[in-house]
Structures are given as C-alpha cells and as structure tokens.
C-alpha cells in the first residue's frame, strides 16, 4: 500500500491523540470520519473542519485505515462490537499505551473477521489532554512502536509505515507486545508514578521561589489523566510493580547511606547513578 492510497480515514477517540491524528490525516489530504462518545466533541471536529462526519459502523467498510485512540478495554469492546463491519483485508490499529491485553484479544478477532489488526503506540504527547491541545504535527519526528501479529510479513509493515505517512513519524521500532509492556512500565509508567507521588510531599506546597529546572523535570507528568493512567497501570501491573520495588530498592541504598553518615557510599551510589546516565545518553 502506498501512503496515496489511503484516502478514507476512520477515528476513534477525539482525544488530544485521536484529533491529532484526525488533524495530520486532514491536512494531507484524507478524508476523515470520526467518532467519540461525547457528541459535542465530535461536532467541534467536524465544525474545524477537520472532521468530515460521524464515523458510524456502516462507514467502517468505507475507511482504509481505522485508528482506534481510547482506553485499553474501550479498544477491545470496539473491535468487538464492529468485527464484521471493518473493511475485508482493512488496516485498523490502536495508538494505546499497553499491547498484551489488547493485541492478544484483537489479533484474534482480525484474523476471524478477516481485517488486519496492527498494534502500534506513539511515543508523542504532551501534559495536557483533549481536542483543544491537539495539532497534526504532534507526531513529527517521533518514534512509533510497532506490535505487529507476525514479524515476518515485511509487506505488512511497509504498509504500516505507509498509510501513517501523513503523520510524519520520526522512526518506527518493532517490538513483541511483551517487550512494549516492560519497556514502557520503565520508560513512561513508573516516571507518572514518581512525578505524581513526589508533589504529595507536604513541603511542595512551599516550592514557590525554591524550584527551578529540577523540581520542573520531575513534576512535569504529575499532572495527568487520572482515569485513563489508573487503566494503564493495572493492566500493566506485573511490570510495573517489578519497577516500583527496583526503585524502592536503590532508593533505600542511598538512605542507609546517610543513616551511616557514609560519605564515601553515598558518594559512590552518586557517581554509579551519574554514569550509568552517561552510559545511557552516549
């Protein structure tokens, strides 16, 4: 499939990742339906002009590629409930956060309905959720993760990197969805956890005129959807607990540390910390 050949686009959550997505598709030229469970959400696409109308089930049979950008569980009761109405031999992909429940459930179901089901996750957003804060270059230049049913059909993949041409993905990593759900538990979850357990501290509430570039970085994703992180975390739970207690861990070294008033320890976890970063950015 070349990128020209897709020209009907379907959408699914008008989220801050699903109207990005809508945006980017738009802007090159597609033709996009849309649907989301709020109406008046909808109605501001299709008022932008960015959406064409609603995406309805008989319109799934229209559309070449069907993104699907909500919740975990939402993902798999829509496959579920509209399984006969994607397009024979269609592309339709989720953009979540975690694979192994989805992809396991829908990798079935595409294979019996007679689609093609390709999990994928941008690794693009910002702190802020929702249509308003959405734009079609959300994606440029970002990495897309990859959770293919089969790693050897090279034709799939080629057709996935094509049909999202329009968002202009900076790279493309393929990746087994057990492998995502351990990395991401890592590089994303346990990040959320920290930042948002961090600003319980009774002293944040003094911050003002005390934080500048650190207290910034690592509070940055304490503010978030709380509702859809609560879903992500629990489906991912085994990997991520296995990182809190990694963490508790190390951190419970650098307290024994200072309990000892053990410079030359502390100074060494210190310097263990600053190169593996080196080790890690080099």
């Not at 798999?76 to 459930?105: H, Q, S, W």
């Not at 859809?228 to 070294?253: A, H, R």
């Amino acid at each position: 499939m070349s990128a020209d050949k897709v020209k009907t686009v379907g959408v699914v959550g008008l989220g801050l990742i699903g109207s990005s997505f809508a945006k980017a598709f738009h802007e090159s030229g597609c033709k996009v339906y849309a649907y989301d469970a709020d109406s008046s959400v909808l109605l501001m696409g299709k008022i932008a002009g960015f959406v064409k109308d609603e995406l309805t089930s008989d319109r799934l049979a229209d559309c070449d590629l069907v993104l699907i950008c909500i919740y975990p569980q939402g993902t798999i009761d829509y496959v579920k409930a509209n399984a006969d109405k994607f397009r024979k031999g269609g592309l339709v992909m989720d953009t979540g956060g975690i694979k192994r429940p989805v992809c396991e459930a829908c990798f079935k179901i595409a294979k019996k309905s007679g689609f093609v089901f390709v999990g994928t996750h941008p690794m693009a957003g910002n702190k802020y959720s929702g249509m308003k804060h959405s734009r079609g270059s959300l994606f440029k230049g970002a990495p897309l993760v990859i959770v293919p049913p089969s790693f050897d059909d090279m034709k799939l993949i080629d057709r996935v990197k094509a049909a999202m041409a329009p968002a202009e993905f900076g790279s493309f990593m393929l990746s087994h969805a057990d492998k995502h759900d351990q990395m991401i538990a890592f590089t994303s979850q346990l990040a959320h956890v920290v930042s948002n357990a961090y600003v319980k501290s009774p002293t944040a509430k003094e911050h003002h005129g005390f934080s500048a570039g650190s207290y910034k970085d690592l509070t940055r994703v304490a503010w978030l959807n709380s509702q859809m992180w609560s879903e992500l975390f629990l489906e991912n739970k085994d990997n991520l607990m296995n990182e809190i207690d990694s963490l508790i861990g190390e951190l419970k070294k650098y307290k024994d540390a200072m309990q000892k008033d053990d410079r030359e320890g502390l100074q060494k976890l210190l310097q263990e910390g600053s190169d593996r970063k080196a080790e890690l950015d080099g």
